[in-house]
C-alpha cells in the first residue's frame, strides 16, 4: 500500500506540481516588469495572499467573535487620522499618475505600456505601486466597521471590493505598471479623496453624516466612476492598440461586476 501511495505522489509532484511550479517561475522571472520586481511587497505575492488570507480569517471570524459580548469601539482620534492619512495619499496619487502622464500625454483613446526607465515612465509605474499600497492600508476600513460593530457596513460588496483590489493592483505593478489601465487608479484615488474627506469631516461634526445629499453625490460618483472605466476599456477590445486585450476585458467584467454590486447594496 505505501509503494501505491509514493508511485501516486511522485506521479503527482511530476505530471502536476513541477511544471505548475516551472510555469510559475517563468512568468516571474520573463514577464514581470523588472523595474517593479524589486519594490516592496512585489518580489513575491504570497506575503500578499498572507495578509488578504489573515483579512478574511478576521473579518468573517475572528473579528465578529471578538467584539460580539464587547461594546462598540468609539476610535475617533485613530479613525480621523486613517482619514485624514487616506486624504492626502490619495491626492498624492492623483498627481502622480497627472504629472506621469494624464494631464497631457496619456491618450484615453489606446495607451501602451511604456516599460522604459525614462523618469516619466518610471513615475508613473511608482504611481501604481502607490495605489496598490493604497489599497492595501484601505483592508484598515473593515477592521474599523467591526471594532466599532459598524455590521450594516459590513457587505459582500465591501469585503469583495477590498479583498480583490489589492490583488489586482499588485498585478498591474507586477506586469502592467503603465498605459491605458492607469486611469482606473487615477479615477478611483479621486473618488477616494472626496469620500475619506466627507469621512474626515463627519467624525468631526456629526451631524453633517445626515446630509442625504453628499451621500448621494458620492454614490453617484462612484457609478460613474465605473461606466467610465467600462467605456475607457472597451475600446481597446474594438481597435487596433498595443495594450494587452485581456486586461482591458478583465477591467470592463471587473467594473461591470462592481456596478452591479454597487447597486445591489444601495437597493
Same mark, same amino acid.
Given at each position: 500500500m505505501s509503494e501505491i501511495i509514493a508511485i501516486v505522489c511522485g506521479e503527482v509532484l511530476h505530471g502536476i506540481i513541477y511544471p505548475a511550479v516551472d510555469i510559475y517561475k517563468y512568468i516571474m522571472e520573463t514577464k514581470s516588469d523588472p523595474r517593479t520586481r524589486d519594490w516592496l511587497l512585489m518580489a513575491s505575492p504570497i506575503p500578499l495572499l498572507m495578509i488578504l488570507a489573515t483579512y478574511l480569517y478576521f473579518c468573517l471570524w475572528i473579528g465578529p467573535n471578538f467584539m460580539k459580548e464587547r461594546q462598540p469601539m468609539e476610535l475617533k482620534t485613530i479613525t480621523r487620522i486613517y482619514h485624514i492619512t487616506q486624504v492626502v495619499l490619495n491626492v498624492f496619487i492623483v498627481y502622480e499618475h497627472m504629472e506621469g502622464g494624464w494631464r497631457e500625454n496619456?491618450?484615453?483613446?489606446?495607451?501602451?505600456?511604456?516599460?522604459?526607465?525614462?523618469?516619466?515612465?518610471?513615475?508613473?509605474?511608482?504611481?501604481?505601486?502607490?495605489?496598490?499600497?493604497?489599497?492595501?492600508?484601505?483592508?484598515?476600513?473593515? =477592521?474599523? %466597521?467591526?471594532?466599532?460593530?459598524?455590521?450594516?457596513? @459590513?457587505? #459582500?460588496?465591501?469585503?469583495? *471590493? +477590498?479583498?480583490?483590489?489589492?490583488?489586482?493592483?499588485?498585478?498591474? =505593478?507586477? %506586469?502592467?505598471?503603465?498605459?491605458?489601465?492607469?486611469? @482606473?487608479? #487615477?479615477?478611483?484615488?479621486? *473618488? +477616494?479623496?472626496l469620500m475619506h474627506s466627507y469621512n474626515f469631516i463627519t467624525s468631526l461634526t456629526?451631524?453633517?453624516?445626515?446630509?442625504?445629499?453628499?451621500?448621494?453625490?458620492?454614490?453617484?460618483?462612484?457609478?460613474?466612476q465605473f461606466c467610465i472605466l467600462i467605456l475607457h476599456n472597451l475600446q481597446v477590445l474594438f481597435r487596433q492598440c498595443n495594450y494587452p486585450k485581456l486586461i482591458s476585458l478583465v477591467l470592463v467584467l471587473n467594473a461591470s461586476f462592481f456596478l452591479f454590486l454597487n447597486f445591489e447594496n444601495e437597493e
Open positions: 496619456y491618450s484615453f483613446a489606446c495607451q501602451p505600456i511604456d516599460y522604459s526607465n525614462t523618469p516619466t515612465a518610471v513615475r508613473i509605474a511608482e504611481s501604481v505601486w502607490w495605489y496598490f499600497m493604497r489599497n492595501m492600508i484601505a483592508l484598515l476600513d473593515t =477592521v474599523f %466597521f467591526i471594532l466599532k460593530k459598524k455590521n450594516n457596513r @459590513l457587505s #459582500f460588496f465591501h469585503i469583495y *471590493h +477590498h479583498s480583490v483590489m489589492p490583488l489586482c493592483s499588485w498585478i498591474g =505593478v507586477k %506586469f502592467f505598471a503603465g498605459g491605458h489601465g492607469t486611469l @482606473l487608479g #487615477f479615477i478611483n484615488s479621486f *473618488h +477616494h479623496t456629526p451631524k453633517f453624516e445626515k446630509n442625504i445629499t453628499w451621500k448621494r453625490r458620492l454614490t453617484q460618483l462612484q457609478t460613474i
